[in-house]
């Protein structure tokens, strides 16, 4: 059993969402009617070019429970949850879309499983994805499965995105991780505490566009794989031994055919064959070493994984004032 005066924060990253806020605010009033004197909303402006704040902070005047962090720049959603994991003062929080793919109504029964049951995350898993377009769904299927074969001991449910709810306890552990390459995700399944799915299906967006095409998507994949998985780099040592084994196989082919029937005019088409072969297993081994590296480049840096600019509403009055270092960011903070 929590506490009876528990807080629970909808962390909700947005970036040129104008068309969406205001109906995201109205639906989380209907459809949380009833937790309501528990519930807080924080945006996180992930430097909107539109009017996206001013509507916000429109909103605010009428709505004492939303609060507004400001990222200076659009530093990508990964960044805008890590600030909100890093400010956010509630016991628990529920990342969630603005444009209500994930029902605020669901979070009713996360919050029924984590105050009765005692999970510490209970997650949506998306049952019915016929909305989504096949390749989407195809694409979606084969990431889940390629990483939690590649990922180890950390596993991510099938059909499971950031729409969940999760303890202070996993908060505070989450805080301690500093790594600058943050696949959300799986890092809220590494510190694993009990967990539980809760089935839903995902509907159309309410209004406005996606801000994810196919690249950002399989550059946020391969993300996901680099930041928690070594076997890319370890598959190529199997790869250049087997290589090594057929090569020698061919080695000692060739000499024994010389051997007993003679040497006749060499093949080119052969030759120009295996040296591309084997030039394209190099480049393809060089550009996941540069994966790595590039990684490994960005965490020995250090550089802020965000940087708040302004904090607005009840959330302003629990951080410090002034300019502070957080886990893997910078807050600016000005009390009213």
Known sequence: MRKDDYKVALIVPVYNEHETVETFVKTVNEKLASELNHIEIVFIDDGSKDNTVELIENMQKTDNKISLIRLSRNFGKEAAMSAA?????????????????????????????????????????????????????????????????????????????DFRLIDRKIIDVLKTLRERNRFMKALYAWPGFTSKGVGYKRPERVAGTTKWNYWKLWNFALDGIFAFSSLPLKVWSYIG?????????????????????????????????????LGSIQLISIGILGEYIGRLTQEVKGRPVYVVSEIKGPLSKEVPDGLTKTNVGLSYNKKD
């Open 85 to 161: 994991l890093d400010i956010v003062q509630a016991d628990a929080i529920v990342p969630i879309d603005v444009d209500l793919q994930d029902p605020p109504e669901l979070v009713l029964d996360f919050i029924r499983i984590w105050r009765d049951e005692g999970v510490d995350n209970v997650y949506g898993v998306r049952e019915d994805r016929s909305k989504d377009t096949g390749t989407k769904r195809v694409s979606s299927e084969g990431f889940y499965y390629v990483f939690n074969k590649l990922s180890g001991r950390v596993k991510i449910p099938a059909n499971v995105g």
């Open 241 to 277: 031994g087997f290589i090594g084994v057929i090569a020698l196989i061919c080695m000692i082919w060739n000499v024994v055919k010389t051997i007993i029937f003679g040497n006749p005019t060499p093949g080119y088409t052969t030759l120009i064959s295996a040296i591309l072969f």
